[in-house]
């Protein structure tokens, strides 16, 4: 058969696989009618009791179960439902299992009655999947044509929709109701999620823009609330950038802090820069959630690469007495970095950076400038990983259908195989990572001489990108996450506001490179007007605790100051 045929028959089948009560009875209007599909517009095709629900976090959302006061089966029904619309709006979705995932919840709902108590700390939950889960019953393509029918794109029968990811037993031990696997980009190697089966997914706040890459899928339908949380991976930024566009936050951990056994993934074996496993979501709290319950299973015990590195309380606390300044010390120290030396950010981003340095300064907490070791080295080293094998894997995976790459995925690529690194060159690439590291630890360090308190800063802030979300045909740059993926940090992702045309102009702009010019020449106001605007908030490795306290905190200034700037206007 034929790709374009193969494809078809996949779309058909996702499609079909959508109650025939779900589907709207016409198409989506254009983004120059109707550019946001959140919120008012979604919400018109669901019932009250439906957006209710939805409308939830996921840690109210469980308490709500687990307290008797909303049955399993109706939360499950209602994200399946607003699931089934956003798929429909954005194209997100690339596996549907709806009726699992009902039946799976009455089954929870069964036992809640019999026991009195929940299964678990997630009990009820549903939960989103990238496309590089493997859950029984049901395909992983990953975008490839060649991959449908297949145990990645190997005819292996004994695994193909059968076999499980570690995360999955242990999101289901946790009470978990899985229903849906979300769109990535052919080989995940993108800013934008397109491929030759579903299509392009589009931003639902702002759709002139992309919803990122290349956890596109979760980012849309968790944008859509058609899902109160969801896993992608972060590579260089596949997380985060998602997050940032979508108006999400999400977490990138260190590697080895989650089990990312048993997940699909392209270059698979490239251990320089590994690929690491976080949720996405509304709150910081539902990603604190997810975290320590998936820690409660010991993953360590069943994922090789993971630490024995049970949820830290005491790390918490700790940053919280530093936050309410009850130590003999000051408050937090935060580094900015406006700008990264290559490509500068677009205005609203800026904007974002004053907004985040107006509040801390506000609060009493200290700021210094951070100006690290060149971000361009680790970008080259990031880099070079893709190619250690010269394409093989990813031509091998369209090599299976005769699919064509898009530009983005041959940009990298290109049209055919090259040579192969040698082991000396990947042995030096390797060197190169970990003198980087090294370096900017010292840099790190070195900031306690900057410092009221003599301590080094405890977080730094920066763009999630040079764009507040790529768009079809403009210049993009994703050196801003790519570059800390080399250091292995605990990052979070946030939101901070919505572009302004009226605020958000370009006044004086001067290019630092061509690159930079070319960037900055894709940011038109009027067309970015509406989206999300994010920042990353960075601690050092396996400080995902301490990250997390911060980012709720950050939050609650950032929503006082709003709340105290429409007070003022009103």
């Not at 003599?454 to 802030?461: L, T």
């Amino acid at each position: 058969m034929a790709w374009e045929a193969r494809a078809r028959e996949k779309l058909d089948a996702i499609n079909s696989s959508i109650p025939q009560n779900w589907r709207l009875n016409s198409p989506v209007p254009s983004a120059e009618e109707q550019r946001d599909l959140t919120g008012p517009y979604i919400c018109q095709y669901l019932s009250s009791e439906e957006v209710e629900i939805t409308e939830c976090h996921a840690v109210y959302i469980v308490k709500n179960i687990s307290c008797g006061r909303w049955r399993a089966e109706d939360v499950a029904r209602a994200f399946c439902h607003r699931a089934a619309l956003a798929h429909q709006m954005v194209s997100c979705l690339h596996e549907i299992f709806f009726d699992t995932a009902i039946k799976d919840a009455i089954a929870l709902d069964e036992y809640f009655a019999k026991t009195g108590h929940p299964v678990g700390p997630l009990h009820g939950l549903p939960v989103s999947l990238k496309d590089q889960f493997h859950v029984k019953g049901v395909d992983t393509t990953m975008g490839y044509v060649g991959w449908i029918g297949t145990f990645q794109g190997k005819k292996d029968t004994a695994k193909h929709k059968t076999y499980e990811s570690e995360m999955v037993r242990e999101l289901r031990a946790l009470g978990a109701v899985l229903y849906c696997k979300t769109s990535v980009p052919q080989t995940l190697m993108s800013a934008e999620t397109m491929n030759n089966i579903i299509g392009y997914t589009w931003n639902p706040k702002n759709r002139n823009l992309s919803s990122g890459g290349s956890s596109g899928g979760e980012g849309a339908l968790i944008s859509l609330k058609g899902s109160p949380i969801g896993f992608g991976t972060d590579y260089s930024g596949s997380i985060r950038m998602p997050s940032a566009f979508n108006g999400l936050y999400g977490i990138r951990p260190s590697s080895g802090r989650l089990p990312y056994q048993g997940l699909a993934n392209s270059m698979d074996g490239q251990n320089t820069v590994l690929s690491v496993v976080g949720p996405m979501s509304h709150s910081p709290a539902s990603l604190r959630l997810m975290i320590k319950a998936i820690l409660s299973q010991k993953p360590w015990l069943y994922d090789p690469l993971v630490v024995e590195l049970p949820w830290r309380s005491d790390q918490e606390g700790e940053t919280l007495r530093y936050i309410a300044g009850r130590t003999t010390e000051t408050k937090l120290a935060f580094g900015i970095m406006r700008c990264d030396g290559i490509v500068q950010s677009h205005p609203p981003i800026m904007r974002a950076l004053d907004i985040v340095t107006k509040v801390l300064t506000a609060a009493g907490h200290e700021l210094v400038d951070w100006n690290p070791p060149s971000h361009q080295r680790a970008i080259d080293i990031v880099q070079a990983c893709w190619v250690y094998d010269g394409g093989e894997d990813v031509h091998g995976s369209f090599e299976l259908s005769g699919e064509p790459m898009s530009d983005k995925i041959s940009w990298i690529f290109g049209s055919e195989r090259r040579e192969e690194m040698k082991a000396s060159a990947i042995a030096k690439n390797n060197v190169a990572k970990r003198a980087f590291q090294k370096e900017y630890m010292d840099y790190w360090n070195s900031t306690r001489q900057r410092t009221r308190s003599g301590r080094p800063v405890d977080a730094f802030i920066l763009p999630a990108g040079a764009a507040t979300a790529t768009r079809p045909g403009a210049r993009t740059y994703a050196g801003y996450t790519t570059a800390l993926s080399a250091l292995d940090y605990s990052i979070v992702t946030l939101p901070v506001t919505t572009v302004d045309k009226k605020i958000d102009i370009s006044e004086g702009f001067q290019p630092i490179s061509d690159h930079d010019a070319n960037v900055h020449s894709g940011y038109e106001p009027e067309i970015y007007h509406g989206g999300h605007v994010g920042l990353q908030l960075v601690a050092r490795r396996f400080q995902e605790e301490k990250v997390l306290v911060i980012a709720e905190y950050l939050t609650d200034l950032i929503s006082a100051q709003h709340s105290a700037s429409q007070s003022a206007e009103a």
